[in-house]
């Protein structure tokens, strides 16, 4: 991307953080320490049914949710963000018949997202701690999917690579009815054929799963679907999916 577009998209999200500031977010509200007994709750999900679907609005501090939709909106009407790929460096390609969100990936730098970036560690942390997956790091990108895009059946990782381990996506949108489709279908792995859940990407909406095990696809949305993506991951730097 030109850099004059990533600075104008820089600029735009300097002055939103504000504006959101001003609507709310409170950044004297740290993240509180995430609770011990919901990381159980969660580790035990995911040993026993490999996703699970969870409610953060109220785990997260006030405003958040909203700064980080406007950090989205911004970015998207901006046009900062770029068609997403499937794999990486020299194994990425880019095929519109798969998946056609656009992403950009954050890095913790705005208030919001490293207030997001706080939770998320904790998150790390107390998963590594109960699952013994030696997760060293995350990652994570906003995507955007407007009106007809879709992400068909995959998976996030490959057996083996001992790369991306758990998945977490964040939704960001308000007001998201049945109308609007663009739902998150999973799969169970041992039966790929029969749907295992169907989660709406409500505001504060997340679902967990394993990325090796769980197959799922995005529905076709009907308007423009926000969402963050999130992945836990065993290596230092990285490599390809
Ligand atoms: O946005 C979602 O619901 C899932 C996105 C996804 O599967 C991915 O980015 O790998
Ligand atoms: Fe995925």
């Avoid at 991307?1 to 820089?10: G, H």
């Avoid at 953080?17 to 609770?35: C, R």
């Avoid at 739902?183 to 790929?192: C, D, K, R, V």
């Amino acid at each position: 991307m030109p850099e004059t577009l990533l600075a104008r998209a820089d600029g735009i999200i300097n002055s939103a953080v504000g504006d959101a500031l001003v609507t709310g977010f409170d950044l004297s509200e740290k993240v509180h320490p995430v609770d011990e007994q919901w990381l159980d709750e969660l580790a035990k999900g995911l040993a026993e049914q490999a996703w699970l679907s969870l409610d953060l609005s109220a785990r997260l501090p006030a405003g958040l949710l909203a700064a980080l939709r406007n950090e989205v909106t911004i970015l998207h009407k901006s046009e900062a963000m770029s068609r997403a790929g499937i794999g990486r460096g020299a194994d990425l390609v880019k095929d519109s018949s798969v998946r056609r969100d656009k992403i950009a990936w954050l890095e913790g730098f705005s208030e919001p997202q490293a207030c997001l970036f706080s939770f998320l560690d904790q998150l790390r942390k107390g998963l590594n701690q109960r699952l013994f997956l030696g997760l060293k790091r995350f990652e994570a990108h906003y995507a955007t999917y407007q009106s007809g895009d879709f992400y068909r059946r995959h998976v996030d990782s490959f057996r083996g690579r001992a790369s991306r381990m758990i998945s977490l996506v964040l939704y960001l949108n308000e007001d998201w009815g049945l109308e609007d489709g663009g739902e998150l279908q999973l799969f169970s792995s041992g039966n790929e054929c029969s749907p295992a859940g169907l989660v709406r990407p409500e505001a504060g909406r997340a679902v967990l799963f394993l990325s090796e095990e769980v197959p799922h696809e995005v529905l076709p949305a009907n308007r423009t679907r926000y969402s963050i993506a999130c992945w836990f991951r065993q290596d230092e730097v990285p490599l390809p999916l």
